[in-house]
């Protein structure tokens, strides 16, 4: 099996999937979401250290456009837009 992380020896892997592969369902699913709201926070705390000056929003932007993609980026700011036009 190919190691899924490169600073993790393949003896704490092995101690890690079986930890893992005891869960129950339930407490695989969260800890799944635990890592991934971290991780999401984490990447806005970064995008907030290069821009210190955005808003929540831009931040917001910011982590769709680096994890998700222009496409994605795009339509959601522009429905923002739209959103935020109505609103007036």
């Given at each position: 099996?190919?190691?899924y ?8 892997e092995?101690?890690?999937?079986q ?33 210190p ?18 496409e ?9 837009s ?7």
């Open positions: 099996m190919n190691p992380t490169t600073d993790t020896t393949p003896e704490a092995e101690v890690q999937l930890l893992i592969r005891q869960m129950s369902p339930d407490q695989r699913v969260a800890m799944s979401l635990r890592m991934t709201n971290r991780l999401i926070l984490e990447c806005k705390n970064a995008i907030r250290r290069e821009h000056n955005w808003n929540e929003q831009e931040v917001g932007l910011a982590v769709i456009r680096v994890n998700y993609g222009d994605l980026y795009l339509a959601v700011k522009a429905y923002l739209e959103r935020s036009h109505e609103q007036r």
